[in-house]
């Protein structure tokens, strides 16, 4: 089944605890992209990958970091989380040409006290 | 990007149309419009896109404005499964550059 996991899919944590949401596709995309929505907001994105080693900031990236090593996974990391980044986080895929739809995670809801 | 803006609510009658409006007064000449809908406790999934002309598929349809400055996305048959909040967002066909979401659209559907 075509899919996009993320793990963990709850967590709370203290501020200054680093952490990382993994994210991880099985279609062979080359975008992927992480965005976080908060209410009232919508999606906000955050970074996103057009392929392995390739990461650009989206519009809120202050805070968090990502990598893209393989092409399947696109991790988010959160050096020193702060209660500001409570949120509900979304990875996303899709490739690069075509309709160009996004497959969404389930989410992941964070927590930080 | 250029940006949309939605009404924050929409009511409908179950087994009623609906249309949800759209409005990207700044597009682009190469912005593909995208929609996309949530429903409760999931993440978002794709509904249709188009750039120039009207679009169907199985889930819905999508009416461009001739001047392309406003879109209209059509249920054709409202269901109670179809409450959700619905996004509308614009792509360009040969960047994929930032992605802009607004708030959306908030589609209740009353049995």
């Known amino acids: 089944e075509a899919q996009v996991t993320q793990n963990p899919r709850y967590l709370i944590t203290v501020t200054g605890k680093k952490l990382t949401v993994t994210c991880s596709q099985n279609?062979?995309?080359?975008?992927m992209s992480w965005y976080r929505q908060d209410p009232g907001l919508g999606l906000r994105q955050i970074y996103y990958?057009?392929?392995?080693?390739?990461?650009d900031k989206g519009d809120v990236p202050e805070g968090y970091k990502v990598s893209r090593k393989e092409k399947r996974n696109f991790p988010l990391i959160l050096e020193s989380p702060s209660p500001n980044q409570t949120s509900l986080y979304f990875c996303?895929?899709?490739?690069?040409?075509?309709?160009?739809?996004?497959?969404f995670g389930p989410g992941t809801r964070l927590t930080v006290t | 990007d250029a940006k949309t803006t939605q009404p924050n609510s929409m009511e409908s009658n179950e087994e009623e149309p609906v249309h949800l409006p759209c409005n990207h007064s700044?597009?682009?000449?190469?912005?593909?419009i995208h929609w996309y809908r949530q429903l409760p406790s999931q993440g978002p999934e794709y509904v249709i896109h188009?750039?120039?002309s009207n679009v169907n598929n199985r889930m819905a349809s999508l009416a461009i404005a001739e001047d392309r400055k406003s879109s209209t996305l059509i249920l054709h048959r409202a269901t109670l499964r179809d409450a959700a909040v619905y996004y509308c967002?614009?792509?360009?066909?040969?960047?994929?550059?930032?992605?802009?979401f607004g708030p959306g659209t908030s589609l209740s559907v009353i049995p």
């Open positions: 990958s057009m392929n392995v080693e390739v990461t």
């Open positions: 700044t597009i682009s000449g190469t912005d593909y």
């Open positions: 188009g750039l120039t």
């Open positions: 967002i614009l792509r360009r066909e040969t960047s994929y550059d930032k992605v802009i």
């Open positions: 279609m062979n995309h080359e975008y």
């Open positions: 996303a895929s899709a490739v690069l040409s075509g309709p160009y739809e996004q497959y």
